[in-house]
């Protein structure tokens, strides 16, 4: 394809389905050609700017890269948690560095560098492992659970890192529910930390 019609396909692809992130095979695909004549073509495309690396082998129109399309992509078994979803939800102040995701496998990925942020991978048990059914960032008790998990496991004082508001918006409902698949020190922090918030209202 010439390089306006790969502008005119991404463009629809992004208004009419939402789609930003696209694989080899979709590329090859939609291009009518093979793996090899594609790498020739997305070179000749990347330098034009008219597509930008998402990820290995995951690529897209610049500046809409999705991370939650990305971290499936990188890890289908991981989902962003942590204070990387605290901050989403607006749990505290501070946009971390990098985006936080647990996941169950064990594998040479500790992190990834992608336009939408770098993806820090934490494998983690059975029991603290808990995916969503839909959507890959956590909601907001499990993000407060397993951001004080990592910072334990760390050795760091949950506190001390980030500032937290709008505790008292949690439900007490879930976070109990929560509590007993985390060790001991996570509902005592978190207890803590809510105990503090109402505190200071």
């Known amino acids: 394809?010439?390089?306006?019609?790969w502008q005119r396909y991404l463009d629809e692809q992004a208004?009419?389905?939402?789609?930003?992130?696209?694989?080899?095979?979709?590329?090859?695909?939609?291009?009518?050609?093979?793996?090899?004549?594609?790498?020739?073509?997305?070179?000749r495309l990347l330098k034009a700017g008219v597509i930008e690396r998402h990820g290995w082998g995951l690529y897209g129109l610049p500046g809409t890269a999705s991370s939650e399309q990305i971290v499936a992509w990188l890890d289908s078994h991981a989902y962003i948690t942590g204070a990387s979803a605290l901050f989403r939800h607006g749990l505290i102040t501070q946009m971390p560095a990098g985006i936080t995701c647990f996941t169950d496998?064990?594998?040479?990925?500790?992190?990834?560098?992608?336009?939408?942020?770098?993806?820090?991978?934490?494998?983690?048990?059975?029991?603290?492992?808990?995916?969503?059914?839909?959507?890959?960032?956590?909601?907001?008790?499990?993000?407060?659970?397993?951001?004080?998990?990592?910072?334990?496991?760390?050795?760091?004082?949950?506190?001390s890192q980030v500032t937290f508001r709008h505790l008292d918006h949690l439900r007490r409902s879930v976070l109990k529910g929560l509590y007993r698949r985390y060790p001991s020190t996570v509902e005592k922090s978190a207890e803590s930390l809510l105990l503090s918030a109402s505190q200071r209202r």
């Open 1 to 5: 394809m010439k390089t306006r019609d």
């Open 15 to 43: 208004r009419r389905h939402g789609k930003h992130s696209f694989t080899l095979t979709e590329l090859a695909h939609a291009a009518g050609t093979g793996r090899h004549s594609l790498g020739v073509e997305l070179a």
């Open 105 to 159: 496998r064990r594998h040479n990925r500790r992190s990834a560098e992608t336009p939408a942020g770098r993806f820090d991978f934490v494998t983690v048990s059975r029991s603290v492992y808990q995916p969503l059914h839909e959507g890959v960032v956590v909601g907001p008790e499990q993000a407060l659970c397993d951001y004080i998990y990592l910072m334990r496991r760390r050795g760091v004082s949950p506190d």
